[in-house]
């Protein structure tokens, strides 16, 4: 069965560097979406992604933050310049072709730790 | 805005005991419900959803939900509990963005099972 891929599955980094996160979507999807899961919380949305464009995101998707889909197949989230607080599991979603009705598959996540 | 009230934090039950894990939303429009269940270190897996039709929707490892639109609320239900349940539980509607949609997610319920 298809299958959304994330690496690494656990990111160490120290504050202030930059960290990109890697997601491989299902093939045939066409909508990509980054959530975070701060340890103990809900899932929040940070970003929804088609046609190489961002269609929505979150008030915590802000100007550290990007995506991009460099070639066909991976779906990455780069943090410039990270804090304390963006420490959170980082998953990857992706959905489609009808992006409203159809369920979203998530990755297995990263999880990021800032220090 | 679309939101999602899982009221209860943590449930135990009994192992062979019924569960009913309670879901309330808020959205405007016809919700897409979605149930997701997270083991410890892992990622989100699909249970059910629901989208239109049968308000009674049934998912995977036995599980089902009611859409009650008059009381906002997608219930979960299982007639009996297995010990492999125990796990977290997030309710979530999917609110529609300009292309894709995105999940809004409750605080989750904990489930322990005990024997």
């Known amino acids: 069965e298809p299958e959304v891929t994330q690496t690494p599955s656990h990111q160490v980094t120290q504050m202030g560097q930059e960290v990109i996160l890697r997601c491989v979507p299902i093939?045939?999807?066409?909508?990509f979406y980054w959530y975070r899961q701060i340890l103990g919380q809900k899932v929040e949305f940070l970003v929804s992604?088609?046609?190489?464009?961002?269609?929505?995101k979150s008030e915590i998707f802000d100007d550290q933050f990007s995506v991009e889909r460099p070639d066909g197949s991976n779906f990455t989230l780069k943090i410039r310049s990270t804090k304390l607080e963006d420490s959170a599991m980082y998953f990857c979603?992706?959905?489609?072709?009808?992006?409203?009705?159809?369920?979203?598959?998530f990755g297995p996540g990263t999880r990021l730790t800032v220090l | 805005a679309q939101s999602v009230t899982q009221p209860d934090i943590h449930i135990t039950v009994s192992e062979g005991a019924s569960l009913e894990l309670r879901c309330n939303y808020s959205?405007?429009?016809?919700?897409?419900l979605f149930w997701y269940v997270q083991s410890p270190g892992q990622g989100l897996q699909l249970l059910l959803k629901?989208?239109?039709?049968?308000?009674l929707v049934q998912g995977i490892k036995g599980f089902e939900a009611e859409f009650k639109r008059s009381q906002s609320s997608f219930n979960l239900r299982k007639p009996s509990v297995h010990w492999s349940d125990a796990a977290e539980y997030f309710c979530?509607?999917?609110?529609?963005?300009?292309?894709?949609?995105?999940?809004?997610f409750g605080a989750g319920t904990i489930l322990r099972v005990k024997s």
């Open positions: 979603a992706s959905n489609g072709p009808q992006a409203v009705s159809d369920e979203q598959f």
């Open positions: 093939s045939n999807h066409l909508y």
């Open positions: 992604f088609y046609n190489n464009e961002i269609s929505e």
């Open positions: 959205y405007g429009a016809t919700p897409y």
């Open positions: 629901y989208f239109s039709g049968d308000t």
């Open positions: 979530a509607v999917g609110a529609r963005a300009s292309y894709g949609n995105k999940l809004v």
